[in-house]
């Protein structure tokens, strides 16, 4: 049973850090790309970041370029998302997706004063 459980996510003030991570289980975690997306009130999910299953990466907004790090750990099963100066329009909730199709349940991420 294919599971990724994410967790990191909380209430930081703008400009703060946190670190999410994901726990995959139940597939070969190291063959397949993973990605962080995010969905904030209101809006479509949208993909933040992906690495592929040999560590290339990819950003997919300008904004995040220089604030977020995406990185895995296949002997731990587990992908990263480092969020550093973060805003409050990072406020949302985060998920992590395997390249299998799975989704995990989220994590909230708010960013406020």
């Known amino acids: 049973q294919v599971q990724l459980v994410e967790s990191g996510g909380g209430l930081v003030q703008p400009g703060g850090s946190l670190r999410l991570s994901c726990v995959a289980s139940?597939?070969?975690?190291?063959?397949?790309?993973m990605s962080w997306y995010r969905q904030a009130p209101g809006k479509e999910r949208e993909r933040v970041a992906r690495?592929?299953?040999?560590?290339?990466?990819?950003y997919d907004f300008d904004s995040v370029k220089g604030r977020f790090t995406i990185s895995r750990d296949n002997a731990k099963n587990t992908v990263y998302l480092q969020m550093n100066s973060l805003k409050p329009e990072d406020t949302a909730v985060y998920y992590c997706?395997?390249?299998?199709?799975?989704w995990g349940q989220g994590t909230q991420v708010t960013v406020s004063s």
């Open positions: 997706r395997a390249g299998i199709g799975a």
């Open positions: 690495i592929s299953s040999v560590g290339t990466t990819i």
């Open positions: 139940g597939f070969t975690f190291s063959s397949y790309s």
